[in-house]
């Protein structure tokens, strides 16, 4: 299973913006302490204020904060909102051509491994991701505290 960049930079913005809690974070400001690209941000921000992840409020005084607590953001369901494709092979999609798969036993077994890799996400929240001993070096590193 691979995950796209586009789940790795969700994931990094919740978590940034976990850290920050009541303060307001930018997309500059994350786009900055991660190194990534700033419109390539903006869309990923969109889609999790979108899809009740994030408040984002426009203006001077605006920004991003959390519009759940940490512990209620399941990281399962977060990896399921932003990948588009969980097909590991052809036979998963619509457009199957795969000229064994009435005899093969491929699809059922990446099907079992890819419930299990969800099963697993699903036992996780954003909070599991903050850690209480992680959490004062993750705030350095992302100098989001001197």
């Not at 299973?1 to 913006?17: C, E, K, P, Q």
């Not at 000229?99 to 093969?104: N, Q, R, S």
């Not at 990446?110 to 850690?131: K, M, N, P, S, W």
């Amino acid at each position: 299973m691979h995950i796209t960049r586009y789940t790795d930079y969700s994931l990094r913005v919740l978590l940034f913006v976990a850290l920050k809690g009541e303060e307001r974070s930018t997309i500059r400001e994350i786009a900055e302490r991660y190194g990534i690209s700033r419109n390539h941000l903006m869309k990923v921000v969109q889609e999790l204020n979108h899809k009740g992840y994030l408040e984002a409020t426009r203006g001077k005084h605006g920004g991003l904060r959390l519009k759940r607590p940490p512990h209620d953001i399941n990281i399962g369901a977060l990896v399921r909102d932003t990948e588009q494709d969980l097909a590991l092979v052809e036979c998963f999609g619509a457009h199957n051509q795969c000229v064994v798969t009435p005899a093969c036993r491929i699809k059922p077994m990446l099907g079992e491994a890819l419930e299990a890799f969800f099963q697993v996400l699903d036992g996780y929240t954003l909070a599991d991701l903050l850690g209480d001993a992680e959490r004062p070096q993750l705030l350095r590193l992302l100098k989001i505290v001197s």
